[in-house]
């Protein structure tokens, strides 16, 4: 929750892919003050059944910056297994390549001010990625 002096910041994830949430995957937040001060890691969290981080920890005061970390690699990979034993003639990893995920980790950095309230939602699938403010 933000207050007049500390933003906040929610998240989900949506797998445009098979058009669903997406679930499982690791979510690391770490917000700086200032755009030359080091980042403070503050804690993670995870994607529920309906793509959500309910639970990121708070920002600190004077938080100017925010780093959102997702680790997309394993939700992949369990993602096309997934599909493969759906259609079992579905080559595991079509088109991905030697290391089988393209984006094996999605960081989204941006800047805040204290009062507002950021939802950041991560629109996901194999090949790429896009991200915008929500509401």
């Known amino acids: 929750m933000s207050t007049s002096t500390t933003a906040s910041v929610s998240t989900h994830i949506l797998d445009t892919s098979v058009g669903r949430p997406a679930e499982g995957v690791a979510v690391r937040l770490s917000a700086r003050a200032g755009r030359d001060a080091d980042w403070q890691a503050l804690g993670g969290s995870a994607t529920d059944g309906d793509g959500r981080c309910k639970d990121l920890p708070a920002l600190p005061e004077g938080t100017t910056h ?3 970390d997702f680790a997309v690699e394993a939700y992949f990979e369990k993602s096309v297994k997934k599909q493969a034993d ?3 003639d ?3 990893n079509r088109d991905s ?3 089988g995920v393209f984006f094996p980790e999605v960081a989204i950095t941006f800047a805040v001010v204290p009062g507002e309230h950021y939802h950041v939602p991560l629109l996901l699938n194999p090949f790429g990625y896009s991200v915008y403010r929500g509401s």
Request: proline letters at 8%.
């Open 90 to 92: 579905a080559p595991a």
């Open 66 to 68: 925010v780093r959102l």
């Open 97 to 99: 390549g030697a290391a």
């Open 86 to 88: 759906a259609q079992q």
